[in-house]
């Protein structure tokens, strides 16, 4: 088998194997071999790390993984790839790759049993249909791991990214904030894939914070406050508030004043530290 980065192994591994790509599972293999090294090194694969990757593909990220991390699990749903991870993976001990649905799975136990006393990150090439469900499953759950580092579509990586209080903020960019500080790594075009997406792509880094960035009364209520201040996003606040949460206006108009927030405020013109104020005012009246 030539070099698993050359476009000329990767298809002959494919034809070997007979592999049809499922669109279903997001399966836009990486065959531009400078991306895979570049995001193995910003991702942190290093001595004495552990990594998790989620969707091998036929392995391209995962050899560089491996060539440089003590150990890499790497997580794949579609069971035809298994043959052909064990064929190009085949000059590692160090790989363990895990049939199985990444939503379906116990991190948290996976990372107990396979990465005891180690430093773990994520570094992947995600599927793109569960982008924002694989994230916030990995922050949530509040696991022991230093960075997620993840190619992700290229409108979603700015997303991500955005400076809270700017236009481009979303739920997302502030639920993530969080958890998480978001960077963006380097942009990567559709031509780097097979077959090609319809739209760019780009690599982000999600370095965890040890303790979230504001403390609140209750997770749960952060979380709906935000949610539903995005949920009309061009509503002022109080009415978006008011439409989609279990309070009345006048509730709502007196917790965002004492919150120090302007009624008049929009969900993109806020900071995390905002949602904070304001979902503490509301707990005051559960
Ligand atoms: N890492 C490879 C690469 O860079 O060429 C493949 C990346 S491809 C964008 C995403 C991979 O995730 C596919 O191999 C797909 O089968 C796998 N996948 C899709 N859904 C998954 C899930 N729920 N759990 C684990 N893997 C999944």
Same mark, same amino acid.
């Given at each position: 088998?030539?070099?698993?980065?050359?476009?000329?192994?990767?298809?002959?591994?494919?034809?070997?194997?007979?592999?049809?790509?499922?669109?279903?599972?997001?399966?836009?293999?990486?065959?531009?071999?400078?991306?895979?090294?570049?995001?193995?090194?910003?991702?942190?694969?290093?001595?004495?790390?552990?990594?998790?990757?989620?969707?091998?593909? &036929?392995?391209?990220? /995962?050899?560089?993984?491996? +060539?440089? @991390?003590?150990?890499?699990?790497?997580? !794949? *749903?579609? $069971? =035809?790839?298994?043959?052909?991870?064990?064929?190009?993976?085949?000059?590692?001990?160090?790989?363990?790759?895990?049939?199985?649905?990444?939503?379906?799975?116990?991190?948290?136990?996976?990372?107990?049993?396979?990465?005891?006393?180690?430093?773990?990150?994520?570094?992947?090439?995600?599927?793109?249909?569960?982008?924002?469900?694989?994230?916030?499953?990995?922050?949530?759950?509040?696991?022991? &791991?230093?960075?997620? /580092?993840?190619?992700?579509? +290229?409108? @979603?990586?700015?997303?991500?990214?955005? !400076? *809270?209080? $700017? =236009?481009?903020?979303?739920?997302?960019?502030?639920?993530?904030?969080?958890?998480?500080?978001?960077?963006?790594?380097?942009?990567?075009?559709?031509?780097?894939?097979?077959?090609?997406?319809?739209?760019?792509?780009?690599?982000?880094?999600?370095?965890?914070?040890?303790?979230?960035?504001?403390?609140?009364?209750?997770?749960?209520?952060?979380?709906?406050?935000?949610?539903?201040?995005?949920?009309?996003?061009?509503? /002022?606040?109080?009415?978006?508030?008011?439409?989609?949460?279990?309070?009345?206006?006048?509730?709502?108009?007196?917790?965002?004043?004492?919150?120090?927030?302007?009624?008049?405020?929009?969900?993109?013109?806020?900071?995390?530290?905002?949602?904070?104020?304001?979902?503490?005012?509301?707990?005051?009246?559960?």
């Amino acid at each position: 088998m030539g070099k698993l980065s050359d476009i000329g192994t990767i298809k002959e591994i494919l034809n070997k194997y007979g592999f049809s790509f499922s669109k279903a599972l997001g399966q836009n293999f990486l065959i531009n071999p400078s991306v895979c090294p570049k995001m193995a090194d910003l991702g942190g694969a290093g001595q004495g790390i552990g990594v998790i990757e989620i969707g091998s593909g &036929i392995g391209v990220l /995962t050899y560089e993984l491996a +060539k440089r @991390a003590d150990k890499v699990v790497s997580i !794949e *749903l579609d $069971t =035809r790839l298994i043959p052909v991870l064990n064929d190009t993976l085949s000059e590692f001990d160090n790989v363990k790759i895990i049939n199985g649905d990444v939503m379906k799975i116990d991190l948290k136990k996976l990372i107990e049993e396979e990465f005891p006393e180690k430093k773990v990150v994520v570094c992947a090439n995600l599927p793109y249909y569960i982008t924002s469900p694989v994230i916030m499953k990995l922050l949530e759950e509040r696991l022991p &791991i230093e960075s997620i /580092t993840v190619m992700v579509q +290229k409108e @979603a990586a700015d997303r991500l990214c955005a !400076e *809270l209080g $700017t =236009r481009q903020t979303g739920a997302v960019t502030v639920s993530v904030n969080y958890y998480a500080e978001a960077e963006m790594l380097f942009k990567v075009s559709s031509g780097s894939f097979m077959p090609p997406p319809k739209v760019d792509s780009a690599v982000i880094k999600l370095s965890v914070r040890h303790e979230p960035k504001v403390n609140v009364k209750n997770e749960q209520l952060l979380f709906q406050v935000i949610k539903a201040a995005f949920s009309q996003r061009r509503k /002022t606040l109080l009415n978006s508030l008011s439409n989609s949460m279990q309070f009345k206006k006048s509730e709502i108009s007196e917790a965002i004043s004492l919150a120090g927030v302007e009624l008049s405020a929009r969900a993109e013109q806020l900071k995390l530290e905002d949602f904070a104020a304001i979902a503490d005012e509301l707990y005051k009246l559960k």
